[in-house]
């Protein structure tokens, strides 16, 4: 149980302002949380979760909207005195170490801007035209990674980013950040790139509308993204895994439906969910090949000089990001032919090698990029 680990989720399909009826963010924002709750996913007690979506019968009128920028901001607010009162309840000598367990969860889903001055804003639900109320996410970021509190800060936004040079990016409403107790890791993902739209729709007739991005995450977190390697899922991965579901899937609606999920920004490393069975690491520090098909130990020497993220590609397109500062990247992989790209591209390969492709066969390889 991660009794140091808090969220609030948001899923907003009713506006009565005047923007359109969303139909999947209130069903997105119920499968974050029931993620977020369970024993072998999230691990969360319950009393930890706030969720705050559109009521039933919808709102009709502006003064019946929820939920509202407040109310969020107080539910954030009350995580961040929960997350202090047990600290300071703790130990002196411990406390450290317990800070070093906490994380901070904001899931949002509903319309969104991308406001002057901002990154991505979500609109409250009595938003409207002229009057967009909304939470600047960039700047609530910005403010949990000053105050420092929770060791790992985690935004998930699934709504659109067109540009709004009207609209005014919503800070949170807590007085400025001053405390700074230790290092803060971050994961900062948004549905679709600056100026795009971000789409909703059913994967079959039996389904309830669901956000493309929102799905995919679910699926990641589900097992999809986890490294086969070492059973971990960290967040790099489940972003990539979000990124290139979320552009096949789109992609095949045609025209006008596609969706581009951007690299998110990140600093440190985020793990979601325990670690699932895989086979251990051997003695000199590389992973050992898990059952399954066979597959060949590979190490991929990149050009002097360079640094930066790349992702190394499968035959199947399944991706894992690699920082190169870390070195030659060492796997298992399986007979095919494989590609390393620059992060966030497609097919960006300049400056690699034959064009960064290389084919896995039959034995023990190094590839030099």
């Known amino acids: 149980m991660n009794l140091y680990h808090y969220a609030v989720v948001v899923g907003i399909n009713r506006y009565p302002g005047g923007y359109k009826l969303l139909r999947g963010p209130v069903a997105d924002a119920r499968a974050f949380a029931t993620w977020l709750t369970g024993s072998n996913k999230g691990g969360l007690p319950r009393e930890n979760v706030s969720l705050m979506l559109t009521p039933r019968p919808y709102p009709r009128k502006l003064d019946e909207a929820s939920p509202l920028k407040g109310r969020i901001d107080s539910a954030l607010w009350s995580a961040h005195k929960s997350l202090r009162a047990r600290l300071d309840a703790a130990p002196e000598d ?198 399954g098909r066979t597959k060949r130990k590979v190490r991929i020497v990149f050009p002097d000089g360079f640094t930066g993220r790349v992702e190394l590609v499968a035959p199947d397109a399944s991706t894992e990001l690699w920082d190169t500062a870390d070195g030659p990247l060492t796997r298992w992989l399986y007979d095919g032919t494989w590609y390393v790209q620059h992060e966030g591209t497609d097919m960006d390969t300049k400056g690699f090698a034959a064009d960064g492709l290389f084919t896995v066969s039959g034995e023990d390889c190094d590839v030099q990029l």
């Open 94 to 291: 411990q406390r450290s170490a317990l800070r070093d367990q906490s994380r901070i969860y904001l899931f949002v889903a509903g319309h969104g801007v991308m406001p002057q001055g901002g990154d991505s804003a979500l609109l409250d639900a009595e938003a409207e035209p002229g009057r967009q109320t909304n939470l600047g996410l960039d700047k609530y970021l910005d403010w949990f990674r000053r105050d420092g509190q929770f060791a790992e800060v985690c935004i998930l936004a699934d709504c659109c980013r067109g540009y709004d040079l009207l609209a005014e990016p919503g800070a949170p409403g807590f007085a400025r950040a001053a405390r700074a107790p230790g290092d803060v890791s971050y994961l900062f993902a948004l549905s679709t790139s600056a100026g795009q739209l971000a789409f909703e729709d059913k994967a079959t007739d039996a389904e309830q509308y669901r956000g493309h991005f929102s799905r995919a995450l679910m699926q990641g977190l589900a097992g999809e993204a986890t490294d086969p390697d070492t059973g971990e899922l960290t967040g790099d991965r489940l972003i990539a895994y979000a990124r290139r579901i979320v552009a096949e899937r789109t992609k095949a609606l045609g025209p006008g439906r596609e969706q581009s999920v951007p690299p998110p920004h990140t600093s440190g490393t985020l793990t979601f969910g325990p670690t699932r069975k895989a086979a251990g690491a051997a003695r000199d520090g590389e992973r050992t090949p898990p059952p």
